[in-house]
């Protein structure tokens, strides 16, 4: 389904993901730009199920997102859907956007026979084309057809643009002796690019859980795994994570069970990874600690500055141990540093201290390094304690390749 | 002298520039790192030369920036003298740096018998690597005896780095029927990498001018022309501009004479221009035009929001008239937008108004354009009158090529 050569950075098969009771899957070749492959993705999820979110937050967010936005925190009544299409994003469309929206969800309430209120659609792909929204208002009866509780792989299937891989992770525990499940999938390469990648995240739990509570988990979770991943700097209109809690184990949990905290947790950062790694382009993986910073924010700044420099980047990709280019980013960044408090670490290796390339340090030790699939680069401003981690991938010639491609 | 194919947007030949009185310039090969090219230029400067500056704000400054800053606005007693060097950029060298600063400018002010607060020097190329400032020191008296007042093309010569051509502009203008002449001499090609680029300019005019006057009339066009530039979003930790009035031309100007800032403007803009003309990789050349931002300083985030994105930039590379890449840098810049306000124009070819594509473009107008060498993108925010303009360039393979590449 790819058009571009596998990751080397992919896992070596999808995840086995476990079924979550009270949510049934669905897909189908709607034909909404690609021929040949299935495109569109639904789940229907049972009555009761909470469903939570968060969303890019760009000036120019697609219609979808907006409706997302405007229903999420509605009362769990009735049975709910979720509706994905790839192929095109529904953004920058003007009024004809919201349209296709109110056509697609209208559509959906009536064959699925649930609330519009519900109805909770995505769209990735193409920017500022019409979406026909006829082709995925045809497929809806297949799709209420074909609805399975072991669809789930498929959907992550239906909805990539560039991936090169399907995305899915899976935390399964215990809590007072009964199992909860929390499956999740997700798509994204770049952070955007017209006809090609906007990152949609859908999580699903059997656990019962109050909207309140799951949305500030989600909230709160997404600040520290999606927000701190970067490819290109660039940010969707399109970032969409939905989370729906079907609540068909019986186990009620909240925003305090650790359990599920920890579970909920790891399947999003797992998913984030799995995103990063997928980069356009990507041949690293990187993780960039920054620690010592004055606040946490502020170490998060720099993290970023380092995580979306291009010089960085085009020097991990070169397998070049350039610390002088982390430092021009600290520097760059805006948050407080001082150039002589400052120490650089390469894996376990440290380069730079006290303004200065480390005695000890040899040039062959960071070249190892960067020859790593995984490389961790580690930041202390020595300042005070504020701590970030962020993850990204380096920048490479297959990234120019696809993304100055001409579209048509 | 160039390691990089000439820029496909290079001017046809370097200016003809005029000599400015009371400015003598030298250039020798003093091996600081390169073999077989002069990399050490010298300006010597006649008494009572009033001396301007701006910097590179970046929290990791180098040694000899901060060694400038410290020295500017005291008074101008007696000659001054500035020393740059190409090869090595003395930054994140700690305290050894500030010894090679000061073991420098105390043997210029000894040779050259000036007060070392009258020294200034810059060092660009590889970061973290200890100056052999000794080489440096070696070649004073040889660099004192070649002073020369028709010296300043060498001087643009010797400070390059990864530059394809030199950079040099000139404005000569009558004010009270006497002639005074501006010229400026730049380097620079990404905004910083080690054994690569930092930006340094140097302007130099026979106009009389008082210190604060002639800092504040730098300082407001740095605001517009340097600080208005980006090649890849990378901010050096040694940019420096120098600006140097010999007074001999007799004639006074203040921060208000109309003749003075226009050719100073002009001469600061044009070789802003030329650096990002020799912009790593770079093909195109793209003007950002912002209008109707709620303030000019938000216009500015969005233009260089737009002019820092890979995905714009790539879009360029490729000659893909991907406006749709441009409403999504606009909506992640973080100042306001109404996505259904905004118009977006490539050339003059109004593209996108109203939240959509426009209902009379087509696309192959935008290709057209975007065949050119020269590229205008004009976005209206239709929410008030902050406007912009920033300059940048395309993201290539060969930009990749530079950067990835083994620093040794």
Request: net charge negative; charged share 20%; hydrophobic share 45%.
């Amino acid at each position: 389904m790819a058009k571009y050569a596998l990751s080397p950075l992919a896992p070596e098969a999808f995840p086995k993901l476990p079924v979550i009771k009270g949510a049934r899957f669905a897909t189908h070749a709607a034909g909404v730009r690609y021929k040949g492959r299935e495109d569109v993705m639904m789940v229907a999820l049972d009555a009761g199920t909470t469903i939570a979110g968060t969303f890019t937050r760009s000036a120019t967010r697609s219609a979808p997102v907006l409706d997302c936005q405007a229903k999420l925190g509605s009362a769990p009544e009735g049975e709910a859907v979720i509706l994905v299409n790839a192929g095109n994003s529904n953004a920058f469309t003007g009024k004809a956007g919201v349209a296709s929206v109110q056509a697609i969800t209208g559509a959906v309430a009536e064959i699925m026979e649930v609330s519009p209120n519900r109805v909770f659609t995505s769209s990735t792909g193409v920017i500022g084309e019409p979406l026909p929204h006829g082709r995925i208002i045809d497929a809806l009866d297949a799709l209420k057809g074909k609805l399975d509780e072991n669809g789930i792989e498929n959907a992550a299937n239906a909805i990539m643009t560039t991936d090169t891989f399907p995305k899915g992770s899976v935390a399964s525990f215990e809590i007072n002796g009964k199992t909860v499940n929390i499956a999740g999938i997700a798509k994204g390469s770049g952070m955007i690019a017209p006809d090609m990648a906007t990152m949609l995240v859908y999580i699903f739990t059997d656990a019962q859980i109050a909207q309140d509570d799951l949305q500030a988990l989600v909230s709160s979770f997404t600040d520290t795994t999606f927000n701190c991943i970067t490819v290109d700097s660039d940010t969707s209109t399109s970032d969409t994570l939905l989370m729906a809690a079907t609540g068909a184990s019986g186990v009620e949990v909240s925003h305090d069970t650790k359990a599920f905290r920890e579970g909920l947790h790891s399947v999003m950062l797992d998913l984030a990874h799995q995103v990063v790694k997928d980069g356009e382009g990507a041949h690293k993986f990187v993780t960039i600690n920054v620690t010592g910073a004055k606040t946490n924010a502020e170490a998060k700044v720099h993290a970023m500055s380092i995580a979306n420099s291009p010089l960085v980047k085009t020097a991990i990709a070169g397998e070049d141990p350039n610390w002088g280019r982390v430092v021009m980013a600290i520097g760059k960044s805006g948050a407080a540093a001082d150039r002589d408090l400052l120490s650089i670490r390469f894996g376990d290796i440290l380069v730079a201290e006290k303004g200065w390339v480390s005695p000890n340090y040899r040039e062959e030790q960071g070249a190892a390094i960067m020859k790593n699939a995984e490389i961790t680069i580690s930041v202390d401003l020595g300042l005070a304690h504020g701590e970030a981690t962020v993850w990204t991938c380096d920048l490479t010639h297959t990234y120019i390749e696809i993304n100055a491609d001409y579209r048509s």
